[in-house]
């Protein structure tokens, strides 16, 4: 049934609809009211006519806008999926080095490395920097968070969260537990969730909780270079080299 309902699409659903509400009123309403306003005494035959057109025309209306609000009723999904869905017009703007929006950055460490983390501490200068992290990654987490001392003006959260990196669903609603924490301690318009490192279902759920909780989400796109395993490799993050990244919003707020 349901597959014959979307076959039939926008018009076809709204034709249906109004044909419903159509035949269901005719039998409450019309075959009982009509008859009697119909045949009063009026007049001259033009203005009984003008006054039959009068009622067949608010009835008309009336059934077509009982048929809106049937069809909007059965489309609610639909209906409130599109007043939320986000066009993302900013996608892919700069973010500026001197604004004050990144008093506190979130973002998950990698098992690989921790650059751009601290590219971000390091240009970005943010009060304060929530992390999550894998078991995989803890290493590096532990070896980050025990040089706070060296990132003058910047400290780690202190109940940072370990995460499973390939559970989209728990990543999501233990990030959004940790923005919830932030939100209640700092301005939800100063926070910023960096999508740059982790894995994909990390930065998905990670992303999702951002958006859910409309907090901006930056990427910074790697334009260094330098040497790995003998080789030149380019598109890098490099923590001291301030030109070697370009963060860019995915969504501000």
Request: proline share 2%; charged share 25%.
């Given at each position: 049934?349901?597959n ?8 076809g ?5 109004f ?20 045949f ?10 003008i006054?039959?057109?009068g009622?067949?025309t ?10 809106l609000?049937?069809?909007g ?5 639909s209906?409130r999926?599109?007043?939320r869905?986000?066009t ?9 080095f001197?604004?004050d ?12 490395n921790?650059d751009?983390i ?7 200068k943010?009060?304060?920097v ?12 532990d070896?980050?968070?025990?040089k ?7 400290v ?14 728990e ?6 537990d ?19 490192s982790?894995?994909?279902?990390i930065s998905?759920g ?6 859910e ?8 796109i790697?334009?260094?270079t330098k040497?790995?395993n003998?080789?030149?490799?380019t598109g ?6 301030k ?7 995915i969504n501000?707020?």
């Amino acid at each position: 049934m349901k597959n014959i309902w979307e076959k039939l699409g926008n018009a076809g659903q709204f034709v249906l609809a109004f044909f419903v509400v159509l035949v269901t009123s005719y039998f409450l309403v019309l075959k009982i009211k009509l008859p009697e306003v119909f045949f009063f005494d009026t007049e001259t035959p033009e203005l009984k006519l003008i006054d039959a057109l009068g009622i067949i025309t608010g009835y008309l209306a009336q059934v077509l806008t009982l048929s809106l609000a049937f069809l909007g009723w059965l489309k609610k999904d639909s209906i409130r999926n599109w007043f939320r869905k986000n066009t993302f017009e900013n996608t892919g703007e700069e973010f500026n080095f001197n604004t004050d929006k990144a008093e506190v950055v979130v973002s998950a460490v990698s098992s690989g490395n921790t650059d751009q983390i601290q590219w971000m501490i390091n240009f970005l200068k943010p009060k304060a920097v929530a992390l999550l992290y894998t078991e995989q990654s803890k290493v590096k987490f532990d070896e980050l968070t025990k040089k706070e001392k060296e990132f003058e003006g910047t400290v780690f959260y202190e109940n940072n969260k370990l995460i499973d990196a390939f559970n989209t669903k728990e990543i999501k609603e233990t990030a959004k537990d940790l923005l919830e924490e932030l939100v209640s301690k700092f301005p939800k318009d100063k926070i910023i969730v960096d999508l740059t490192s982790g894995t994909v279902p990390i930065s998905v759920g990670l992303f999702q909780a951002a958006e859910e909780m409309q907090i901006s989400t930056t990427y910074v796109i790697g334009k260094g270079t330098k040497e790995e395993n003998g080789k030149t490799v380019t598109g890098r993050l490099i923590s001291s080299d301030k030109n070697s990244g370009n963060p860019i919003f995915i969504n501000e707020y």
